[in-house]
């Protein structure tokens, strides 16, 4: 059986379960030995990061790579689209959310319950950096019309973070316009059963996480 290491309240501990949900594979998960970030987890895992996957003596660390070794071990159903320039577009969707959407979210994580205070000045330019990049993922959807109808490894990791803005949001005082394009795919995406099963199960810890 596979075995993960991951955090209830990771997006992308959350993002690999979907991937692992829709292949419907087996997984045992548990925490990082010694936490997250500790030496203990570090001498089991070197780089530190989660999610991790152990499968027999293979250990890989890093979502995106755990997703494509995923697709290729298992490759049924398919999350990756036969042909090469449709499997491009995908892997652009994933690489978007990874590298332009989250981190955008993850520089408001500074601002959860028991940190410092957000000030009025970061919170609006946040929200006008945020609404840029849902209105330029608006414009890629716009290119590719089909996007959510079955589910791709360029699909996982937005459900969650749609999440995260949904709850974090409001709380920071902070509001983002969701554009038509956008709320059309959360919500064939969101009805897919990988993702709403993760959804149920993830948004009240996310919740709880947030309530302090």
């Known amino acids: 059986m596979l075995l993960i290491y991951a955090i209830p309240a990771s997006l ?3 993002k690999l379960r979907i991937a692992l949900r829709h292949k419907g594979l087996e997984w045992k998960e ?6 997250y970030g500790s030496a203990e987890f570090k001498r089991t895992v070197p780089s ?6 152990q499968d027999g003596h293979l250990q890989i660390a890093d979502s995106e790579a755990i997703a494509e070794y ?3 071990t298992y490759p049924q159903p ?6 090469p320039a449709a499997r ?6 994933s690489r978007i959310h990874d590298t332009r959407l989250e981190p955008e979210l993850r520089a408001l994580f500074a601002y959860l319950p028991g940190r410092k205070q957000i000030s ?23 290119a590719t019309p089909d996007a959510g109808d079955v589910l791709t490894l360029g699909d996982c990791g937005y459900p969650i973070t749609f999440a995260w803005l949904d709850e974090l949001l409001p709380r920071l005082g902070m509001e983002i316009s969701w554009p038509v394009k956008v ?7 969101e009805a897919l059963e990988a993702v709403s099963k993760e959804l149920a199960q993830y948004r009240p810890r996310l919740v709880a996480l947030l309530e302090g």
């Open 12 to 14: 992308y501990c959350a």
């Open 183 to 189: 709320v059309d795919y959360r919500r064939r995406v």
């Open 120 to 142: 009025t000045d970061f919170a609006r330019d946040q929200s006008a950096v945020l609404q840029a990049r849902i209105d330029q993922f608006a414009q890629i959807l716009v």
């Open 70 to 72: 995923l697709e290729e």
């Open 78 to 83: 398919a999350m990756l689209p036969a042909d």
């Open 30 to 35: 548990q925490p990082p030995p010694g936490g």
């Open 48 to 53: 530190g990061n989660l999610p991790a996957l």
């Open 88 to 93: 491009a577009k995908v892997r652009e969707r």
